[in-house]
Nanobody
């Protein structure tokens, strides 16, 4: 299973970006899909998550500004980020819980990370 993340970049404060993360390979099904971020000198933190049923949860710092969604047919998760602030700067990682087709087991896979930089 491979994850390909894209969509990061440099944006001014108040701007928007959309991140994508597509899973491919021997996938039977996908459970939760999440986005984490890691700022320089800080621990990785959960930004947003979405379950297989579509339930979502967000870090308090991004509520009302970010929206997580998924396209089940494309095995892809998105993070629409708006009203960006300099403190949103960091490397964003997708995390996908995959039930592998054969042999049948479930584990987490991580994307390679995509840099988001918000200038003031």
């Amino acid at each position: 299973v491979q994850l390909q993340a894209s969509g990061g970049g440099l944006v001014q404060a108040g701007g928007s970006l959309r991140l994508s993360c597509a899973a491919s390979g021997s996938i039977f099904s996908i459970n939760a899909m999440s986005w984490y971020r890691q700022a320089p000198g800080k621990q990785r933190e959960l930004v947003a998550a979405i379950t297989s049923g579509g339930s979502t949860n967000y870090a308090d710092s991004v509520k009302g500004r970010f929206t997580i969604s998924r396209d089940i047919a494309k095995n892809t998760v998105y993070l629409q980020m708006g009203s960006l602030k300099p403190e949103d700067t960091g490397v964003y990682y997708c995390d996908v819980e995959v039930k592998v087709r054969s042999p049948r087991y479930t584990r987490d896979y991580w994307g390679q990370g995509t840099q988001v930089t918000v200038s003031s």
